[in-house]
């Protein structure tokens, strides 16, 4: 049985993780809300199941713990972010901060960083926006494991969109994805379980399909949405080179193929064509278009009829982005959050190295 | 064997269908050039094929052809586009004009258009922002077709989006990519060849699995990119609910399945919730984040490396977006542009009624 933790003494341990490698208090916090965003949310593959990673990169001197997040250049309604090397979880929520801003004076703003590390979930920056009736957009580029349609090389990450939109008595729109056919997530709990992935999510190095979930360690890639060219991957390519572009070309962040890895006994390319990894952050005031209160009443109805849709046999509702990940926040904040056991044991392990008491 | 054509006089022939209709020389040069760029670049289905039908919305007073075209809200970075009616054609690039004048001025210009009708290929509006060192960005709604995962009824257009982004030597990226599996018009030419579609390109009216190109007919619907739920279809979903939402709710044009036909033999819905189809465009200048030289210089070596990608068996490279419509039109242009039979048949039609010589 997977074991639950409560939420409030997760995110004292994670703090002091982050309190350990040297962060502010201000940036642990911060560094905290959003890592453990992801396991109320649901997405268990970008919450605690990654801090070692984070301290790992810190030791290693990849990750900044202290950085001087600079603004290196500005338009009234642009920015571009020198994030320090600093953690994408500081970074992130910094850069966004920015965007709001310039959205505030001049109806939209747009930021895109370089020198920055992996930045947790994508939603927790563009829901930033939500609360000042703006609607967020947040992307990140990130290690190349995706093969673009007819290549065998991996050239792209699984480079993630959100974009979240407020709407009135309905929750907001917040549709957040991995612009592959499913995220590293999903194989990770796959090679758990010892179970084979679908047709058209992975391919073997030579680009043939496989349902093995472990072929990415063999030289195989993830697969852009669409699974096939016959299928669309090419637009999956696409979605996948466009965050790319935006996140990592636009700010000076190394893009495609030199995206440094997550994991820190890869060392990054000897070659970098940019600092760091790159994110692009927009926020747009609904006022800036129409009525904020027009709006959100219009998105509501939207919102309402296709919930409301006639389903196929089998099924109760039709999804809108962002119910899931909310129906499970709200229970996992009553409930608990279940962690795997291989993730507990990593995070004694971590507890015992930094000299902390785990969670009890 | 398909017939082929001088671009040169198909052109003339639109320009004066275009006229026929009443529009300004300015505008009717403007539709054709829109109309024409989609028969060059290859997207058949968008160009001179369509023609007939922008005639019979216009007859039924359903397209204005002498628009006051208006700006009715703006901040420095935004404005909101009224097209009184007029045709997509015309009212599109005036939009996007906008977006590169706000750019120039504060970085970026973002441009939300209600009350407008088919705008012809995304490709050709963002393809603007180019020449002025800029990223175009363009998306529109369309009448519901798609069913979102799970949901019998077609909510969504096929709603596509168009990246456009400026390189140095190399020629410039361009993504434009229908939110569905497959796009309408390859189902029309499966429907004119008798062929099946691939499985989970479309479903039966209730919602199981279907080969027919006929489905849509009898009340089935487009599957959005990602095919089904194992496959990601939820986030082809999420894409052209984002294209309705920004098209349609931040501009107060008719969204999801309130979105009026484009044919003219069916009626828009009795209770819209807003006026006309909707657009969304944005232009961001390069200079506005790095040097453009710089950005431009990185936007080749990015291309290049994705070109030179090493390729599975039986596929001679890696395709860039952009680069099989770059070569239709260069083809086309040299020897000429193939049109169907049955589009020359319904283009004869449309030259008699308007007492108009055909192009021989």
Not at 110 to 138: C, Q, T
Request: include cysteine.
């Amino acid at each position: 049985m997977t074991p639950t933790f409560q939420f409030s003494k997760l995110r004292a341990f994670a703090l002091e993780v982050f309190r350990s490698m040297g962060c502010t208090d201000e940036d642990a916090h911060t560094a905290t809300n959003v890592l453990l965003q992801a396991d109320l949310r649901g997405i268990d593959s970008h919450g605690l199941a990654r801090l070692s990673g984070y301290v790992r990169l810190w030791e290693a001197k990849r990750v900044n713990s202290q950085p001087k997040i600079k603004t290196v250049h500005q338009t009234p309604s642009t920015a571009v972010v020198d994030g320090d090397q600093g953690l994408g979880l500081v970074v992130a929520p910094h850069a966004m901060k920015i965007a709001i801003e310039k959205a505030r004076q001049v109806g939209t703003g747009w930021v895109a960083v370089k020198n920055s590390n992996h930045f947790g979930i994508a939603g927790y920056h563009s829901m930033m926006a939500l609360e000042h009736d703006m609607i967020g957009i947040s992307m990140t580029n990130a290690s190349p494991l995706v093969a673009p349609t007819f290549s065998v090389e991996r050239l792209l990450g699984t480079n993630p969109i959100c974009v979240a939109i407020p709407a009135k008595e309905q929750p907001p729109f917040v549709a957040d994805f991995a612009t592959t056919t499913a995220a590293n997530g999903k194989l990770e709990i796959l090679q758990r379980k010892n179970k084979n992935a679908p047709q058209g999510w992975i391919q073997k190095k030579d680009g043939s399909a496989s349902t093995n979930p472990n072929e990415l360690k063999d030289g195989g890639a993830l697969i852009p949405l669409g699974s096939d060219f016959e299928h669309g991957s090419h637009k999956g390519f696409c979605l996948g080179a466009w965050v790319d572009i935006f996140s990592a070309v636009l700010s000076g962040a190394n893009y495609g193929p030199w995206v440094p890895p997550f994991v820190s006994f890869l060392a990054p390319p000897a070659d970098p064509v940019g600092e760091g990894i790159g994110h692009f952050f927009g926020a747009m005031r609904v006022d800036a278009f129409r009525p904020a209160e027009e709006f959100k009443q219009h998105m509501d109805n939207w919102i309402k009829r296709f919930r409301e849709a006639k389903t196929v046999a089998g099924q109760t509702r039709v999804i809108i982005p962002g119910d899931p990940e909310r129906e499970a926040e709200s229970e996992r904040m009553k409930e608990g959050i279940p962690l795997n056991e291989k993730v507990v044991e990593d995070l004694q392990k971590l507890a015992h190295k930094l000299n902390l008491t785990w969670v009890n």
